[in-house]
């Protein structure tokens, strides 16, 4: 009986970063105190037997950090276990235990660059699991939910956290402590509850298998790095990372990605020496940066990220930056992904 019932269940991978998920603190009361990246994965399935239930779940350890020091060797390195795992017949779906401060930009990497319908969720916590009212399990389990069933294909790459189904593209991180903290501009696109999935949107850029790139074939990512802007800025910290070595700039602008008038000749300058610039907006949700608007970008030869938060924009930047160098070219893709 047991192993008819292993047959009719989904195989899903559960990929481990680390992060609060894996999180332990000294007391039940320490919600926002602790270390996170503790747990090995073998813990973590351990501590939700229902997934047993749902899905035929194995781990494996890819790395156990907190996702702040996640380097763009990691993420290629994540990227490409993914693209094996989505390739073999025995996986049906894959779960990504994460630290929640890059989250959003590991999920937006991977919605990028596999090639495959399967479904891939990101998913970590707000609370280690030592914690009262701890938040991991559950999300634990909503991950493995959607992630083992087939209705959730070709969807893009999911984040699932505090029941709701968000797209890896659009998700950001805007709240801290509290378990609401994973919002989209957008709004969620479903709900994941008692383990059924239930939909109401879905992306409308393009992801996964309709994506011109491919993890398997990106061997590195170029350095692209994000200046911040605000009253009274000076043009150092631009300046500084170009000569650090960065192939672009993100500009995480005030209001409509405006640019103060400090920092344009600087900005100008980068551009004739080859750096891209590109364009978002720091404000906190729903962020929208038109070309020409605030500055004439056609002239300058920058590129808007649109609604992308600057952290986004990075990791579009450096994927699209592995094709082309063509400020055209980049704009295209940054208006189509
Ligand atoms: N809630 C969290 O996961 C934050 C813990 C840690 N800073 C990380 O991102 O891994």
Redo the contacts with the bound molecule.
């Keep these: 009986k047991e192993a008819e019932q292993q047959q009719k269940l989904a195989n899903v991978v559960i990929l481990a970063t680390?992060?609060?998920?894996a999180?332990a603190g000294a007391s039940a009361a320490n919600s926002a105190t602790y270390q996170?990246?503790k747990l090995g994965i073998d813990k973590l399935i351990a501590g939700v037997p229902e997934l047993a239930d749902i899905a035929n779940v194995r781990g494996e350890q890819v790395m156990q950090?907190?996702?702040?020091?996640i380097s763009n060797d990691d993420l290629l390195k994540l990227g490409k276990r993914v693209a094996e795992l989505a390739d073999s017949k025995d996986v049906d779906g894959i779960v990504i235990t994460?630290?929640?401060?890059?989250?959003e930009e590991t999920a937006y990497f991977l919605n990028l660059v596999e090639k495959t319908d399967k479904p891939i969720v990101v998913v970590?916590?707000?609370?280690p699991g030592t914690a009262m009212s701890a938040d991991g399990m559950l999300n634990l389990y909503n991950a493995v939910a959607v992630a083992s069933d087939k209705q959730n294909r070709g969807k893009g790459v999911l984040v699932t956290m505090n029941d709701e189904i968000q797209s890896g593209r659009d998700v950001s991180k805007s709240v801290?402590i509290k378990t609401e903290?994973f919002k989209s501009a957008w709004g969620p696109m479903g709900m994941v509850v008692e383990g059924k999935s239930y939909w109401f949107r879905l992306p409308a850029k393009r992801h996964t298998v309709n994506s011109e790139f491919d993890i398997k074939t990106i061997s590195s990512l170029p350095a692209v790095d994000i200046a911040y802007g605000y009253g009274n800025v000076t043009d150092t910290a631009y300046k500084a990372l170009a000569q650090g070595g960065a192939k672009a700039i993100i500009h995480a602008g005030t209001g409509n990605g405006s640019v103060s008038s400090r920092v344009v000749p600087a900005l100008q300058e980068l551009r004739k020496n080859g750096v891209q610039i590109i364009r978002s907006s720091h404000v906190n949700q729903g962020g929208f940066v038109l070309r020409n608007a605030e500055q004439p970008d056609d002239k300058n030869d920058w590129v808007v990220a649109h609604d992308l938060n600057p952290q986004k924009a990075r990791i579009l930047a450096m994927v699209a930056m592995t094709k082309t160098q063509d400020s055209k070219e980049l704009q295209r893709i940054f208006w189509e992904y």
């Design positions: 680390g992060g609060t998920i999180g996170a990246a950090i907190a996702s702040e020091s994460h630290g929640t401060d890059t989250l970590g916590s707000m609370r801290n903290a």
